[in-house]
Structures are given as structure tokens and as C-alpha cells.
């Protein structure tokens, strides 16, 4: 990446797309943290095994989800789901309580990791999104997650990271692989017909 600031309309276009993304029972338990400041970023770029992507990017994106479904967080999905839809108060009680009590009987790491799982739907979203507007992106899963959630906050907001988009403009002269073919498993030791 060139170190090139990416549009600021172009990044909002990216981060909507993730907004949007579908989630399960809709309840979009992640969050996205902006980054576009170069102090914070080369603050982070130890915690990520020093990898020259975090502080050449023009934006970094830490998707990162709850660390557990409470029955505040659950409620208020809900709730906004009515108000938003002009539904009466209580409309889907029956089945937000029988999700609910599924929750209950999982983990805290379960829930993280659900959540995780929804994360990664929006994080899908936005790398197409940023292919549409024409903006690299790079997934990183390589860095320290729990120095990352100490040094962000992200404990305190009941989040923890899952994983970074790094924006920014192609390096077309130093990118070594700009020319290469892409190489991915054959078709037809992909998709497995029945």
C-alpha cells in the first residue's frame, strides 16, 4: 500500500457495507473501530507483528464482536426492531426469550464466538465493497487480540477483536505479486456436487 489517504466517502461506503450485512437473528453483535490517525496506528503495529500493512494502510478497520450476549443487548435489538418497523411492543417476545434462553446455556466463549462468526459476515461485505469501490484490502488475523482489546478499550465496551482490513492504495511498483498469477484450489476440488 502506498501510504495514499483513501477517500473518506469511499471508506463510509465500505464500513455500510458491513453495517448492512445480514446477521443471525439479526442481531449485529460486532462493531467496527476506525482507524485512520498514523500515531495510533504505528502504536498498534507491534501488537500486530510488526507488519508494515498497519501503518502504510490510509485506514484500518478492527471488526470486533461481543464478548457475550446479555439480556440488555438481546432486548434492544428487539426493541429497535419495532420501534423501527412500527410493530407493537413485545411483537417477536416468544422467540427473542427462546433465543435467549439458548444463550443461556452456552459459554461466554461460546457467544464470542458466534458473535465472531457474524463478524466475519461484515467483514466479507466490506472487502467486496472495497473491490467495488476499488480499494485494496487487506485481511489480518496476525496480531496480539488481547494487547490490541487492552490498548483500544475494547474490554470496557464488552467487545473483543477479531480481525483488522487494512484500506489503502495498490503499490503497483513495490507489490510483488501485482503481475503474478492469482493461484486458489481448482474449481473442481472446490465445490463438491451431490
Known amino acids: 500500500m502506498t501510504g495514499a489517504p483513501v477517500d473518506q466517502e469511499k471508506v463510509d461506503y465500505i464500513t455500510e457495507a458491513a453495517r448492512l450485512a445480514p446477521t443471525s437473528s439479526g ?35 478492527i471488526f470486533a464482536a461481543y464478548d457475550e450476549y446479555t439480556q440488555e443487548r438481546v432486548d434492544s435489538v428487539f426493541q429497535q426492531q419495532a420501534e423501527e418497523r412500527n ?17 443461556q446455556q452456552q459459554t461466554k466463549d461460546q457467544h464470542f464466538e458466534h458473535a465472531a462468526r457474524q463478524a466475519y459476515i461484515g467483514f466479507g461485505l466490506a ?9 485494496d484490502a487487506t485481511p489480518m488475523e496476525g496480531f496480539d487480540n488481547a494487547a490490541l482489546d487492552q490498548y483500544l478499550g475494547l474490554n470496557e465496551l464488552g467487545l473483543r477483536s477479531v480481525t483488522i482490513l487494512a484500506l489503502g492504495h495498490r503499490d503497483t511498483e513495490n507489490d510483488w505479486l501485482v503481475n503474478l498469477k492469482k493461484v486458489r484450489i481448482a474449481k473442481e476440488n472446490f465445490i463438491i456436487n451431490k
Open 27 to 61: 442481531l449485529h453483535p460486532f462493531k467496527i473501530i476506525e482507524i485512520s490517525n498514523p500515531d495510533i496506528k504505528k502504536e498498534i503495529q507491534p501488537l500486530a507483528y510488526n507488519q508494515s500493512q498497519i501503518v502504510d494502510a490510509s485506514h484500518l478497520l
Open 87 to 103: 410493530l407493537p411492543h413485545g411483537f417477536a417476545d416468544d422467540y427473542k426469550n427462546s433465543l435467549f434462553a439458548r444463550f
Open 127 to 135: 472487502i467486496a465493497a472495497a473491490a467495488e469501490q476499488r480499494i
